[in-house]
């Protein structure tokens, strides 16, 4: 059965890197990893999606190891507004699409 | 462009009363979801439509029942509304239903159920 796993939550400080691992099983070849970011009281929204290896965006870097069973969102030199919870989510090639629980980071000054 | 937007905001049932949530989107995707979300346990699929006039079960479908007799509108309901149905509601939509496509989320519902 597909499963989607995170920490349930993380703390930093401003300026730090912050690295959310989420492990995903029986992930299958032409399934995708997307990292969605929610504020409280809004829906969540797109930070970065990947297939393999290393994706970079303006705001954040997704690694994928080579055997794609887990995944790490990089957030560089957070800031407070980064405070919020990230998902993870696995297209799995079925009718399933499967959230992770959410990590919620708090960043502090 | 508004995006996604949903309505009631917030609701407050009694046990046995009936709802129906709408999810509106303006930027011409072929596909919309229902999500409920808890505390705990992330986001849950509850329906999808792949286009107008079809829709199909998710993960978590018992108690629900949705209609897409438009393409910008996803309707969600709730004939008998339970106390186990209190959460909050999100749609989202997408272009397609490719792996890996970018979901665009409504600001979500609030529904308590007495």
């Known amino acids: 059965l597909a499963k989607t796993t995170q920490p349930i939550s993380m703390d930093s400080y401003e300026g730090q890197e912050v690295n959310i691992t989420c492990s995903h099983n029986?992930?299958?070849?032409?399934?995708?990893i997307t990292w969605y970011q929610q504020f409280p009281s809004q829906g969540p929204r797109f930070i970065i999606q990947?297939?393999?290896t290393k994706v970079t965006n303006e705001v954040a870097s997704l690694f994928i190891p080579a055997d794609r069973k887990s995944s790490t969102l990089s957030l560089p030199r957070v800031s407070l507004s980064d405070t919020a919870v990230y998902y993870c989510?696995?297209?799995?090639?079925?009718?399933?699409?499967?959230f992770g629980t959410g990590t919620r980071l708090q960043v502090f000054p | 462009n508004a995006g996604v937007t949903q309505t009631p905001k917030f609701r407050v049932l009694k046990t046995g009363q009936s709802m129906t949530l709408l999810c509106a989107q303006d930027?011409?995707?072929?596909?919309m979801y229902w999500y409920r979300q808890d505390p705990g346990m992330g986001l849950r699929l509850i329906h999808y439509?792949?286009?107008?006039?079809?829709?199909a079960k998710g993960e978590v479908p018992d108690g629900y029942n949705v209609s897409r007799l438009k393409k910008q509108n996803f309707l969600l309901g709730l004939e008998s509304a339970a106390p186990s149905q209190t959460s909050v509601y999100f749609c989202?939509?997408?272009?397609?239903?490719?792996?890996?496509?970018?979901?665009?989320f409504g600001p979500g519902t609030r529904l308590l159920v007495l």
């Open positions: 029986n992930i299958a070849t032409n399934d995708y």
């Open positions: 439509s792949v286009g107008e006039g079809t829709t």
């Open positions: 989202a939509s997408s272009a397609s239903r490719r792996p890996g496509e970018t979901q665009y």
């Open positions: 989510l696995v297209s799995y090639n079925t009718d399933k699409l499967i």
């Open positions: 990947g297939y393999k």
């Open positions: 930027m011409n995707h072929e596909y």
